[in-house]
């Protein structure tokens, strides 16, 4: 074992988990802005590693400087409003169509780079608008949420490195079925264990075993999408934010996909109690 880089990892990890809990719990501990600084950290390091990955992918299109700064700054404004403004739908209409016209009237046609802010929009800043709406709702849904994909992540490399003969996807070859199902089904099983002992009104063992299976399958999904666009754009990581783990991207892909399914969930189908 290579106890530098074994290190170098596990101090990663420490300072990465201790970020991810002051964000989710500092709220508990009056300081209820900590959540909203967690979801634009988030969205700010994951839009600026898109970006980059955008223009490997389109080389040859135009991708004028001033866009990722207005791609922040409309994730800023997507965050606050979906999370706060009932009539978010008007903005979320506005921004794409002025992303749009700004990229055709430019003087050299930037339309893959204004359809690359529109979808790390939807991509990013619309998940952790519902980071932030399904915090409000009850800290334990997006803290359950995050160690779900972390316990769905472990426990399918733990059953693939021991029985995994099947390779998954083209896309990621080192998921296998049974690594991916195994993490799944224990997952699951493990928010069974988790709805006995957390006793929060209007969420019922059901309730947590929906929520885990968007932790593993939309979260897997999540997984195989980041790892298609960096093969797309020739890298290995999204980026450096974590030395041993790689960039904010290849953190939070599976969250991203997950949470929109969980806020879908927990908006149509649980009434949580104040």
Not at 11 to 18: E, N, R, V
Not at 21 to 31: N, P, R, T, V
């Amino acid at each position: 074992m290579n106890w530098s880089v074994f290190f170098t990892r596990l101090g990663s990890a420490i300072i990465f988990s201790a970020i991810m809990m002051a964000g989710l719990l500092g709220g508990l501990y009056h300081f209820p802005w900590s959540i909203w600084i967690l979801a634009y950290l988030i969205q700010f390091l994951c839009i600026k590693e898109f970006f980059k990955m955008a223009a490997l992918i389109f080389p040859q299109s135009n991708f004028p400087k001033y866009l990722e700064s207005l791609a922040q700054l409309a994730g800023v404004l997507v965050v606050a409003t979906v999370t706060i403004w009932d009539a978010s739908i008007a903005l979320l209409t506005i921004i794409p169509v002025l992303f749009l016209l700004g990229g055709i009237l430019n003087k050299k046609t930037a339309l893959e780079a204004a359809f690359s802010a529109i979808v790390a929009l939807l991509y990013i800043s619309l998940p952790m608008a519902f980071l932030v709406k399904l915090w409000s709702i009850h800290f334990s849904i997006p803290l359950a949420l995050i160690l779900m994909i972390w316990m769905n992540d472990t426990m399918a490399y733990i059953v693939g490195s021991f029985i995994g003969k099947t390779p998954f996807s083209p896309i990621s070859p080192k998921k296998t079925w049974e690594g991916t199902a195994g993490g799944a089904i224990l997952t699951i099983a493990g928010a069974a264990v988790w709805a006995h002992y957390a006793h929060i009104d209007g969420l019922g063992s059901i309730d947590w075993m929906v929520l885990a299976a968007c932790a593993a399958i939309a979260g897997t999904a999540g997984d195989l999408l980041e790892s298609k666009l960096k093969r797309m754009a020739g890298i290995k990581d999204s980026g450096n934010i974590m030395p041993g783990h790689g960039g904010a991207l290849d953190r939070f892909d599976s969250l991203l996909v997950a949470l929109p399914f969980a806020f879908c969930y927990v908006m149509l189908f649980v009434v949580v109690a104040p």
